[in-house]
Every structure is written in structure tokens, then in C-alpha cells.
């Protein structure tokens, strides 16, 4: 390998790290689960593997663009890794599709178009960037299943006398366990003036506060129940 080819390579390389760092700062900015290192590593493999095709494999019966091919299929497991699923939400998919991208410009500058995989991470950074305000203006003026759901964690606390508090507890519990919720902690604390608290924190997918006092209408009615309050925690979309 000449001179010329080792700085040819090592100037694929750090463009690719460069534009994958460049498009994992808007990702960790907005505090999404594939940051700067994730989707610089992702960029840097693409990178090592079209280069590793391209100068690792001759003859006549080699191809170059082989292993090139199986980074849009491998970089599929790794998007699915950042793909979650809550109740009737999915999160996650815009980071996914990030992590595709980032591949994809990786590529780019393994195989030697440097402007090529500049102008991918602009678009991909204005994509995320200016396309949100789009789509949930959209999602504002939308209606039916299409509309985004807004998200939100209930948080319940329940005041009753320590004497009572296994069966307050069992009350708290029949409450929250509903299709709906997804309970996230339940726990009990003891209170310095006595009695106990109990505190419940559950999921829902879509805000439905009538539903929240449906299923505290037990715990209110309760005779050793002293005090109930709920609160609602809206929670931004993952993407």
C-alpha cells in the first residue's frame, strides 16, 4: 500500500467519524438514545467495511460491493435496538432511521464521495431538525388514528392509617391495574406525623383523566383512606 492510498483511506475514515459525530450532536442535543458516539461508531464501520471491500479483496472473482451490501441489511439489528414499544406507542423509529442514514453517509465516505457524505449530514441534520415543527403541526390538525397521542405518567398518592395500610395498598393496586396503565413503582412510606403514604406511578399511552377518577372512586369511598391526590406528567414523543 503506497503512501498516497494510506492517506486516502485515513481521510475516508475521519470524514466518515466527522459526519456521523455531526449527526449524532443533533440526536444527543435532544436527548434521543443513539447519540455521538453511537452514530459515530455506525458512520466509522460503514466506513472500515466499504474500504475493506474495496482494497482487501482482488482477483477476478471478487466483488467489492458485496460487503458494501450487507451494511443496509446489518445496520437493521442495531435500529431495532432503539425501538420501543409502550402500550399502543412506538418510539424510537426517527432514531432508527437516523442510525440508517449515518450508515449510509459512512458508506459514502468509505468509498471516496467526501462531498457527497458532507451533503448527506446537512440534509439529515435539517431533516430532524426542521421536519419536526412540520410534523406536529400536522399531527395538531390531524384526526383519528394517525394523530399523535400525547403521552403521560399519573402519579397517585394515597394517605391512610398504618393499621390500614395492607388493605389501602391492595385498593391502590386493584386501581392502577387496568389495560391502560402500565404501573411503573408502587411504594409506601411512613409518614412523620403517622399514618403511611402510598404512592403509585403508572403509564398511559393517550391522557384520560376520566379514567383516572374511575378507578380511584374505590379508594376515595374507603374508611381508612385520610387523603388521595393525582397529578398528570405529560411526556414529550420519542421519535
Keep these: 500500500m503506497t503512501l498516497t ?10 470524514v466518515a467519524v466527522g459526519c456521523g459525530t ?20 455506525v458512520s466509522l464501520g460503514a466506513a472500515l467495511f466499504v ?27 442495531l435500529g431495532a435496538g432503539v425501538i420501543m414499544k409502550q402500550g399502543a406507542s412506538i418510539s424510537g423509529l426517527n432514531t432508527a ?25 446537512v440534509v439529515v441534520m435539517l431533516a430532524n431538525t426542521l421536519l419536526r415543527p412540520l410534523g406536529r403541526l400536522l399531527d395538531r390538525h390531524g384526526d383519528g388514528p394517525a394523530a399523535e397521542t400525547q403521552e403521560v405518567d399519573y402519579r ?37 406525623e403517622g399514618g403511611v403514604m402510598i404512592e403509585a406511578v403508572v403509564h398511559s399511552a393517550e391522557r384520560d383523566d376520566t379514567e383516572v377518577e374511575d378507578a380511584l372512586e374505590a379508594i376515595v369511598r374507603a374508611e381508612p383512606v385520610t387523603a388521595v391526590r393525582w397529578s398528570a406528567a405529560q411526556l414529550a414523543v420519542l421519535d
Design 156 to 192: 397517585f398518592e394515597v394517605r391512610c392509617t398504618a393499621a390500614s395500610e395492607p388493605e389501602v395498598r391492595a385498593l391502590v393496586f386493584d386501581a392502577i391495574r387496568r389495560p391502560r396503565f402500565s404501573v411503573r413503582s408502587l411504594t409506601a412510606t411512613d409518614l412523620p
Design 51 to 77: 474500504v475493506m471491500g474495496a482494497y482487501s479483496f482482488h482477483g477476478p472473482g471478487a466483488d467489492p460491493t458485496r460487503v458494501a451490501a450487507q451494511i443496509v441489511s446489518g445496520i437493521g439489528f
Design 22 to 41: 455531526l449527526i449524532g450532536f443533533e440526536r444527543q442535543w435532544r436527548a434521543r438514545t443513539a447519540g455521538v458516539r453511537t452514530n459515530a461508531l
Design 97 to 121: 432511521a437516523t442510525l440508517w442514514a449515518s450508515a449510509a453517509v459512512g458508506a459514502l465516505a468509505g468509498g471516496g464521495l467526501l462531498a457527497v457524505a458532507f451533503g448527506g449530514t
Design 5 to 14: 492510498m494510506t492517506y486516502d483511506i485515513a481521510l475516508r475514515v475521519l
